[in-house]
T-cell receptor, first 113, second 115 residues
């Protein structure tokens, strides 16, 4: 089955700096890659996603890049703010469907004021 | 538009008991997936229901089961609870149409503690 590895497990940045989280996946048939943000006591919130026919997608301060050849994708957050502090998860849909997601282990992002 | 609603938010059960968790998906969404989240194993897929049928199943024992009703609401049941079943159980809903690449939206989860 699909396996998703996520790095780093913890990341601290100064407010205003950029943050980058990286994930690799194993199933070359995976074609959908969402990113979720989870705050304490809440469920994961979808923040951005990318499909295999696209190399990059941007939404304001958040961007995701996908390298299908290398089987890795990354989340980029620019101009970080304290409210960006949370746990971020990458995920991949295997050859089945996006309704069955395989998640990375998560990255605790802390934005220091 | 209301989001995904999970009830109850918190549960405390004793080993050996059974428990039923409920999930109401976003209006118009027909697919409901369940995940278990623990500090050690992270987020793991349990199963997915669409139009009252289980379409996908993760690698969990038969003590974990679920069902979906005609209004798309879903329940999951865990029988003969073990201490290791303590976790946050999350439900995600999606449109579930022919395009498999539809977004999944999560509820707040049910925090189950087994004592």
């Amino acid at each position: 089955g699909e396996n998703v590895e996520q790095h780093p497990s913890t990341l601290s940045v100064q407010e205003g700096d950029s943050a980058v989280i990286k994930c690799t996946y194993s199933d070359s048939a995976s074609n959908y890659f969402p990113w979720y943000k989870q705050e304490l006591g809440k469920g994961p919130q979808l923040i951005i996603d990318i499909r295999s026919n696209v190399g990059e997608k941007k939404d304001q301060r958040i961007a995701v890049t996908l390298n299908k050849t290398a089987k890795h994708f990354s989340l980029h957050i620019t101009e970080t703010q304290p409210e960006d502090s949370a746990v971020y998860f990458c995920a991949a849909s295997g050859s089945g469907s996006a309704r069955q997601l395989t998640f990375g282990s998560g990255t605790q992002l802390t934005v220091l004021p | 538009k209301a989001g995904v609603t999970q009830t109850p938010r918190y549960l405390i059960k004793t080993r050996g008991q059974q428990v039923t968790l409920s999930c109401s998906p976003i209006s118009g969404h027909r697919s409901v997936s369940w995940y278990q989240q623990t500090p050690g194993q992270g987020l793991q897929f349990l199963f997915e229901y669409f139009s009252e049928t289980q379409r996908n199943k993760g690698n969990f024992p038969g003590r974990f089961s679920g069902r979906q009703f005609s209004n798309s609401r879903s329940e999951m049941n865990v029988s003969t609870l073990e201490l290791g079943d303590s976790a946050l159980y999350l439900c995600a809903s999606s449109r579930g149409q022919t395009d498999p690449n539809t977004e999944a939206f999560f509820g707040q989860g049910t925090r189950l503690t087994v004592v």
